[in-house]
């Protein structure tokens, strides 16, 4: 089982690359979110990858980082979605935007996926809103301290681990403890801050 290559990029398009590790080419498939993070054709590139293995076919997929990474293997346990269309929904919106849209039941901006119609908008969200949500749970439990550094730093770090950038994350944490009283909960300022990235 392939989980990780580094090597030399030998060929690159926004739907694969062909990643040469020691003389030895490997085709990988990916989403237009991890092309635009590739460096040069001919430079030295590291992806995270998935390893799809059925009984006629294998099929590698990389990603630019573990976050991607973990938003495909959720997506692709949901009814309907096999890999390819995984891909496709990474490819529609960046990884933080689903993983928003997921959790704020937004399926208008789900559907404007390509691929992706109503009912499997509706099918994501309910399979995985408590997925993405139990990530954050069980990692940040309530700190009973009041808005204190430390709990803005988990808040982020938890929007971190769903894939939004620290920037943004720490400017939605900030904005979230000004206009709200989170009473030391982690999980509300989260919410909280997830409301602010998704406006």
Same mark, same amino acid.
Do not use: C, W
């Given at each position: 089982?392939?989980?990780?290559?580094?090597?030399?990029?030998?060929?690159?398009?926004?739907?694969?690359?062909?990643?040469?590790?020691?003389?030895?080419?490997?085709?990988?498939?990916?989403?237009?979110?991890?092309?635009?993070?590739?460096?040069?054709?001919?430079?030295?590139?590291?992806?995270?990858?998935?390893?799809?293995?059925?009984?006629?076919?294998?099929?590698?997929?990389?990603?630019?980082?573990?976050?991607?990474?973990?938003?495909? +293997?959720?997506?692709?346990?949901?009814?309907?979605?096999?890999?390819?269309?995984?891909?496709?929904?990474?490819?529609?919106?960046?990884? +933080?935007?689903?993983?928003?849209?997921?959790?704020?039941?937004?399926?208008?901006?789900?559907?404007?996926?390509?691929?992706?119609?109503?009912?499997?908008?509706?099918?994501?969200?309910?399979?995985?809103?408590?997925?993405?949500?139990?990530?954050?749970?069980?990692?940040?439990?309530?700190?009973?301290?009041?808005?204190?550094?430390?709990?803005?730093?988990?808040?982020?770090?938890?929007?971190?681990?769903?894939?939004?950038?620290?920037?943004?994350?720490?400017?939605?944490?900030?904005?979230?403890?000004?206009?709200?009283?989170?009473?030391?909960?982690?999980?509300?300022?989260?919410?909280?801050?997830?409301?602010?990235?998704?406006?």
């Amino acid at each position: 089982m392939i989980a990780y290559l580094k090597g030399i990029i030998y060929s690159k398009s926004p739907e694969q690359l062909i990643v040469d590790v020691h003389d030895v080419g490997y085709q990988l498939e990916i989403s237009t979110q991890t092309y635009e993070e590739l460096p040069a054709e001919g430079e030295e590139v590291e992806l995270m990858v998935y390893h799809h293995i059925t009984d006629n076919d294998q099929r590698l997929f990389g990603f630019s980082n573990q976050n991607e990474k973990d938003l495909f +293997e959720l997506l692709i346990t949901v009814k309907g979605v096999g890999p390819k269309l995984g891909l496709t929904i990474l490819s529609g919106l960046p990884a +933080e935007e689903i993983t928003g849209a997921i959790v704020q039941k937004d399926k208008a901006a789900l559907s404007q996926i390509t691929g992706i119609g109503k009912k499997t908008a509706e099918r994501m969200i309910l399979e995985l809103k408590d997925k993405i949500s139990e990530m954050v749970d069980v990692t940040y439990a309530d700190s009973g301290t009041g808005i204190s550094g430390n709990l803005k730093e988990e808040a982020v770090s938890a929007l971190q681990s769903l894939g939004f950038r620290k920037r943004d994350s720490e400017e939605a944490v900030s904005l979230a403890a000004k206009e709200t009283d989170i009473d030391g909960n982690v999980q509300e300022l989260v919410k909280k801050a997830l409301s602010q990235l998704n406006k």
